[in-house]
C-alpha cells in the first residue's frame, strides 16, 4: 500500500489507564488513527516508540490525577516530509529518563534506546503537574 495523499496538521489525544493494558489501548488506538495516512513501516516505528514510552510512564513514573497517562500525536508536512510527534504525559518520577545500556542477559532497559534509534530527536519535558516525553518520528 502506498500513501501518496496530502495532510494538513492532524491531532489526537488519548487518555489510557496507568497500567500495562493502557500500553495496549494506546498502541491499538494509535494504529487505526493513522494507518491510511502513515506507510507501513513508518506506522510501525510510530507504534513502537508509542508502546516504550507508555510503557515506561507505567513502570518507572507516577500516574496523571485519576491514575492515568496522556497519549498524544501529531501527523504534520515539513517540506514534503511527512512527521509523527507523539507525546506521554504521566505524573513524573524522581529522575529524569535516559537511555542506559543494558546487557545482553537483561531482560527490559532498552526502551529509550529503541525511542532513540527509531526517532529523529526526543527529549523530556517537566512542569509542576508532571512530565512529558515526546519523540519525532518521520
Excluded: F, K, Y
Excluded at 65 to 71: D, F, Q
Excluded at 122 to 134: F, K, N, T, Y
Amino acid at each position: 500500500m502506498s500513501v501518496t495523499m496530502a495532510i494538513a496538521e492532524r491531532a489526537w489525544c488519548v487518555v489510557v489507564p496507568h497500567h500495562a493494558r493502557g500500553a495496549q489501548q494506546a498502541r491499538h488506538r494509535l494504529a487505526a488513527e493513522l494507518s491510511e495516512l502513515l506507510p507501513p513501516a513508518m506506522l510501525a516505528d510510530v507504534v513502537a516508540v508509542v508502546a516504550e514510552l507508555v510503557g515506561n510512564a507505567v513502570r518507572h513514573a507516577g500516574p496523571l490525577p485519576g491514575g492515568v497517562v496522556r497519549v498524544a500525536w501529531r501527523v504534520r508536512e515539513l517540506a514534503g516530509v511527512r512527521a509523527v510527534e507523539v507525546r506521554v504525559t504521566d505524573g513524573g518520577a524522581a529522575e529524569v529518563p535516559l537511555p542506559r545500556s543494558a546487557g545482553p542477559d537483561e531482560v527490559d532497559g532498552r526502551g529509550l534506546t529503541i525511542v532513540e534509534a527509531l526517532s529523529r530527536r526526543w527529549g523530556v519535558e517537566r512542569d509542576g503537574l508532571g512530565q512529558s516525553v515526546w519523540a519525532e518520528i518521520g
